[in-house]
């Protein structure tokens, strides 16, 4: 859920009017299902809050957020875990390229690729950095001796299957003896 509040500094009665003439609180909270607008570009979606809300309003909305400092990868659990603001265990990071636990593990050993860099889709990416990220997955397949057993799974999009809006690939293998030794647990 996206959810947002219209900041205010008047009184918490004072209520105004959409172009609708519709009385809207000022206290209103906006919430939207972003799995509803999954397939739909930012853009659409603000396209439909202007519906909802009106221009006028639409343009304090984004003011609000301005003022506040709001980014909108803030929400994005991946850009918290490579600024270290999440917790996460850290098996390899650099500049670029951050390698972390999966929390939910499909396999003995689940390791996520990632940018640390906001990337949605394969086709964003860089190629040097997917240059990067694959040098990434030869120096820790050398590291953890699965040369032979393991699998690199790619999510490009919500219809693919990708649940967390970066990009990320699964690094997994089933060889049982593996022991990964996390270089940084962030707490």
């Known amino acids: 859920m996206l959810h947002y509040i219209a900041p205010d500094n008047r009184s918490e009665n004072h209520h105004q009017t959409d172009n609708c003439n519709h009385i809207i ?16 570009t930012e853009e ?4 439909r809050i202007q519906n909802i809300i009106g221009h006028n309003k639409l343009t304090n909305l984004f003011a609000d957020w301005t003022y506040l400092g709001y980014n909108k990868y803030m929400a994005c659990v991946f850009c918290q875990i490579a600024a270290h603001d999440k917790s996460s265990k850290i098996y390899h990071e650099d500049a670029d390229i951050i390698v972390f636990a999966d929390i939910f593990p499909k396999a003995y050993v689940h ?3 990632s940018p640390k860099a906001h990337y949605t889709r394969i086709m964003d ?14 120096k820790i397949t050398k590291e953890l001796h699965l040369e032979d057993n ?3 799974v790619l999510h490009n999009g919500a219809r693919a299957g990708q649940i967390v809006e970066h990009l990320h690939f699964h690094y997994m293998s089933n060889e049982h003896g593996v022991e990964v030794k996390y270089k940084t647990i962030v707490r």
């Open 111 to 113: 390791l996520l690729i």
């Open 25 to 40: 609180p000022r206290k209103t909270l906006y919430s939207f299902r972003l799995s509803s607008f999954r397939q739909e």
């Open 44 to 47: 659409a979606i603000f396209g």
């Open 150 to 152: 393991f699998q690199l």
């Open 125 to 138: 990416l860089p190629d040097s950095l997917t240059l990067k990220i694959f040098e990434t997955v030869r």
